[in-house]
């Protein structure tokens, strides 16, 4: 079993859907969350760094994390075509020294004007 | 503008032989990593460096060769040993060591 699930999909959306990623996890030592937006061909760029529980929004980005499940979840509102990209869930331990962060594999999204 | 660069963008070698991967930094980072992507699989660590002259090796060092001589560069050799050196190569740093920051990627593509 992987230490992080994450559905490849691809989902596809019609523009103006909330969308839904998810990632489950298995380590119950991972505090720190993070979410990647990855077009094709570039680096990850990080959209969303969220410490243990709860919510954390950022313009029509949500985070969620809930440990008790072990499942962190990324909601797009209002989807627009230039959302289309592979998100990467990311998370690792408690801080001190170095933790490794252990990446999903990705999510492709296509969002359909 | 602060960030991570990598160059070449793309790059071409022959089978044996060795290629160097170039990666600065100027966000004043102390550690950085690079790891490489294959598709359908997650980033896979290759080695890390926490601070300069030191770095450790990740999940798959294995045919791979860093040095860290200054703060801002982390360039990654491929050499002859590495069996399956085609793939997407990503440098990224961070202070903490959970939120970091990744460069555009090198396309190495050997044949």
């Known amino acids: 079993q992987k230490e992080v699930e994450q559905d490849p999909g691809p989902l596809s959306v019609p523009e103006g859907a909330i969308v839904s990623l998810n990632c489950t996890y298995s380590n119950s030592a991972f505090q720190y969350f993070m979410w990647y937006r990855q077009y094709s061909r570039k680096g990850p760029e990080l959209l969303m760094y969220?410490?243990?529980?709860g919510n954390k929004e950022d313009g029509r980005f949500t985070a969620q994390v809930d440990k008790s499940s072990k499942y962190i979840s990324l909601f797009i509102r209002d989807s627009q075509p230039s959302d289309s990209a592979t998100y990467l869930c990311?998370?690792?331990?408690?801080?001190?020294?170095?933790?490794?962060?252990?990446f999903g594999t990705g999510t492709k999204l296509q969002v359909i004007p | 503008d602060g960030g991570i660069t990598q160059s070449p963008k793309y790059l071409f070698r022959k089978e044996g032989q060795n290629v160097t991967l170039s990666c600065e930094q100027n966000l004043n980072h102390d550690a950085m990593y690079w790891y490489r992507q294959d598709p359908g699989q997650g980033l896979r660590l290759i080695y890390y460096?926490?601070?300069?002259?030191?770095?450790q090796k990740g999940d798959i060092a294995e045919g791979y060769s860093v040095s860290r001589e200054k703060k801002e560069s982390f360039p990654l050799t491929v050499t002859s040993a590495q069996k399956n050196p085609t793939a997407f190569y990503l440098c990224a740093s961070s202070i903490s060591g959970s939120e970091q920051y990744f460069g555009p990627g090198t396309r190495l593509t050997v044949t």
């Open positions: 990311a998370m690792s331990g408690p801080s001190g020294g170095y933790q490794k962060v252990t």
């Open positions: 969220t410490y243990s529980s």
């Open positions: 460096s926490q601070i300069v002259n030191d770095f």
